[in-house]
């Protein structure tokens, strides 16, 4: 054959065969066009081949003497339409010698039985009447014999305890739709043939003009996008192939669908648990059609492959929020064979595209139009996005059950800290290097974090200025952290993870000339956090120092001109920190291990603290006492913060004494500004030394945990030094 394949189909009722062999051909599957419909009788897939333009061949049996005039004038009449291959697809009336010698070994036929089993027109209802466990389809090639000839095609379909004519017929045409378009594409390249003993003969030096169909699967739990994703790739040729819930919405878009029952032969079974999980789609989706013993195999099997799966899966993290829902309802929302099917395509990305996210629908289309197939680099970001899923997937749920009856749910652990912790990073940024240059360093975000949890949350990028390194990312960090635990108009400087200035004022303007003056020093190169919006007068008074990053909740317009000028100024925008600190488990690498701990973000209140010392505090120091307490928790340890007039004066920090920080704290204020101050201790006061030390420097009030065994000799250093002491009973340490 050369040039079109001319492909004549004979009919005798609805055409529903005839449907499908147009519908492949318009996917370009067939191998060959439909250009001829011919018929013994009037029928409605005349109609309808007459409503598609298709020319009809009409040989009525009442205009010939007898059945060998008929079949000669058939003959003739597929001659003259120079048809290269004959199809009877549901045609009623036994061939005769001279249309089967005209066409011998191009005529291919479809019976809705096993043959040699049940021949004739009455093959399922034979089959239901004899009990048979199994029946199906057979599709070969026309001889002299009644539903004879060489087989080229069959395939298996079990008969249910259910099944009707009505139920096991619509599944056995559902079959025939797939399996003969299949074999007319084999006989149009002119693969197959009947040797003069009657047996099948198959070319294989022609194999290669058998066109490979395009096949699409698709199965999303989430719809947003699919239709036009599906309308897409029909328009590139596809078959789409589906089931459930994806299946009806694409049909109520009006495309066509192949139901996945179809193709495997079996309707979804155990309340739809069992749908995909069959070796004809996963056949399809796991063949290297590089391989040439794959591609043997499949077509063997009758099964083609698929180039292009789009899976989304159950979402199960919406169930298990889901207000009373029981374990046995939980349970029934863990895809399985979405995953399966997820990890099966992406494991053969060099064959098949797979489709896990809306997002990735348009640069799939893209590629497609315009190159035919989808990149090998796309198909490699296509799996390592989907394995990325079903680690995610699998790893929620294994929390989720764990909590629910898993170890956890025999102890009194806190779900926060289950038996097994997975976890899921998606990496953000590759940064110029670690704590130091000869390290490398990344950063990585928990997907689907709370924007308002940190500045680091989304990203770490800047509205302006070069990436941020890995130690100003750890000084924003820390500078957000207390800037959440200030009040009212608040600034905050940090440099090397400390708190080097930080003051709660009336205004902005205030809040920065106070946490500057705390150590104006130490302030030079450190990061700030803004407790508010940055505007022209606080960027104005910022840009007069060399700073690395601030942080706020914002940037006006202003401000923003103003600090452009500073090209090596990072600016972070933070909107949650205007709010409270929130609750959250902090992890840390420790010896080959992970800890795991919750923030320490409790809500101190000085309403409780216990007052021991011989007088009270005055209202002046509590309030002063209260801002040191709170800043107090982010600096290292042994932490002493001294604090007057709500902005801090001295900090010592990372001391292994506590008498060594508070000498650090002291000379960090001067004599004139410690003179009159308060102190809070992180940690309790093992020795009165730490306390005398700032005392002597006109330190009036104090605040620490207590618990001390030498509480009272503290105390009574306390009282020869006038000075309130008040106990938090609440530690602070932080390594």
Known sequence: MSGVVRIAV???????????????????????SITTVFADRVCPAVDWAIDQGIPILYVPPSGHPDRESWDMGLA????????????????????????????????????????????????????????????????????????????????????????????????????????????????????????????????????????????????????DGLVDFARGLDALGFELVSTGGTAAAMR???????????????????????????????????????????????????????????????????AAERPGIDIDALIEEIDIGGPTLVRAAAKNHANVAIVTDQRQYAGVLEELREAGAVSDETRRDLALAAFRLTADYDAMISAELARRFGPDAA???????????????????????GENPHQAAALYVVPGADALSGPLASGATPLQGKPLSYNNLLDAAAAAGLARDLRGAAIVIVKHGNPCGAAEAEDLVGA?????????????????????????????????IFLEVIVACGFDTDARAILARKTDLRLLEDPGIV????????LRSAGGAVLATDADVSIDMPATWTSVGARPATAAEMADLDLAWRVCRHVRSNAIVLVKDRVIVGV???????????????????????????????????????????????????????????????IAAADAAGAAVLLTGVRHFRH
């Open 579 to 586: 709010g409270m600190p929130s609750a959250s488990v902090e």
């Open 10 to 32: 004979g009919v005798s009722g609805q055409g529903s065969n005839l449907r499908a062999l147009y519908a492949a051909q318009q996917r370009g599957a067939l191998g060959g």
């Open 411 to 433: 102890v009194e652990a806190p779900d926060r800290f289950p038996a097994r912790l997975e976890l899921a990073l998606e990496r953000a940024a590759l940064l110029r290097y």
């Open 512 to 544: 920065w000339q106070g946490a500057l003056s705390g150590d104006p020093v130490s302030a030079f190169g450190g990061v700030v956090a803004v407790k508010g919006v940055v505007d022209r007068a606080l960027a104005e008074q910022m840009a007069s």
């Open 252 to 318: 109520e878009a009006g495309l066509a669908v192949t139901d996945v029952a179809a193709v495997t032969g079996s309707p979804e079974m155990l309340d739809g648990r069992v749908k995909t999980l069959h070796p004809r789609i996963h056949g399809g989706v796991l063949a290297d059609v590089r391989l040439p013993q794959h591609r043997g195999q499949l077509a063997h099997a009758n099964i083609d492959p698929f180039q292009v799966v789009a899976v989304n899966l159950y979402p199960f993290a919406d």
């Open 76 to 223: 003739a009449g597929l001659q003259a339409a120079a048809a290269d291959v004959v199809v009877l697809a549901g045609f009623l009336r036994i061939l005769g010698p001279s249309t089967v010698h005209a066409f011998r070994g191009r005529i291919v036929n479809v019976h809705p039985s096993l043959l040699p089993s049940f021949p004739g027109l009455h093959a399922i209802e034979e089959a239901l009447a004899a009990r048979v466990a199994l029946t199906g389809v057979t599709v070969h090639l026309v001889d002299e014999t009644l539903d004879g000839g060489p087989i080229v095609a069959q395939e298996a379909l079990a008969v249910l305890p259910s099944d009707d004519a009505a139920s096991l017929g619509a599944r056995i045409h559902a079959l025939e739709h797939r399996l003969l378009p299949r074999v007319v594409a084999m006989a149009a390249a002119g693969t197959l043939g009947i040797d003069e003993a009657g047996h099948l003969t198959f070319d294989r030096t022609r194999s290669g003009r058998i066109p490979v169909p395009r096949r699409a699967l698709l199965s999303m739990s989430d719809k």
């Open 652 to 714: 010592g920090a990372g001391q292994m004494s506590r008498v060594d920080s508070a000498r650090l704290a002291v000379e960090k204020a001067g004599p004139e500004r410690a003179r009159g101050s308060v102190c809070a201790s992180d940690a309790f006061f093992p020795f009165p030394d730490a306390l005398e030390v700032c005392a002597a420097a006109g330190v009036t009030a104090f605040a620490h945990p207590g618990g001390s065994k030498r509480d009272d000799v503290v």
